[in-house]
């Protein structure tokens, strides 16, 4: 076929040249399709254009090789009119993909489990206020505070074993209070 193909060719010809196979007809279709497919619009993202208008293009080409098929209006319109099917397809297929920090998932606990600390944290603030005096504050200041036995001997003037078996005497208890 000896067309002479441009941007403002017959679409009758250019149909002729696609159902012939013939590459510069495509190429026009092609862009035809591409420009429709980077339009603002849609957003697609430069990296799915080609897949879009390669997909777009074996429709437009699958539609039109029957020899009864009819243009309506102009083949480059519908020739965008493939191509935004195929951008709506593409939006509806496309996940966001963002990378999720680990600590994202530490913030967001299962709800059991969230439910089940939350209970285990009022059973030991229950069993804590059911201590003595001092082992709510052994436990406090070496548990939360971070102190050492010994640290607290010199705060307090007892001595750092001693403490150290009232701390064992003090855990005792709290895990009994804790199973009960």
């Given at each position: ?15 002729e040249g696609l159902r012939a196979g013939h590459p510069t007809a495509c190429r026009i279709v092609e862009g035809w399709l591409r420009q429709a497919v980077r339009s603002p619009r ?122 150290r078996v009232h701390m064992f005497n003090c855990l005792e208890a709290l895990r009994r209070l804790v199973q009960v």
């Amino acid at each position: 076929m000896g067309q002479d193909y441009s941007q403002d060719t017959d679409h009758e010809i250019i149909l002729e040249g696609l159902r012939a196979g013939h590459p510069t007809a495509c190429r026009i279709v092609e862009g035809w399709l591409r420009q429709a497919v980077r339009s603002p619009r849609f957003g697609i993202p430069v990296d799915d254009v080609d897949d879009l208008v390669q997909e777009s293009l074996t429709q437009v080409l699958d539609r039109v090789s029957p020899p009864d098929f009819k243009v309506h209006t102009s083949l480059k319109a519908f020739c965008r009119h493939v191509a935004m099917a195929r951008c709506v397809d593409g939006i509806r297929r496309r996940r966001m993909l963002v990378e999720l920090s680990p600590l994202l998932a530490e913030e967001f606990a299962d709800p059991l489990e969230r439910i089940a600390r939350k209970e285990d944290l009022s059973r030991v603030h229950g069993a804590l206020s059911q201590l003595k005096t001092l082992c709510r504050d052994l436990i406090r200041w070496h548990f939360t505070e971070e102190k050492s036995y010994k640290l607290i001997a010199q705060e307090t003037g007892r001595n750092a074993s001693t403490l150290r078996v009232h701390m064992f005497n003090c855990l005792e208890a709290l895990r009994r209070l804790v199973q009960v």
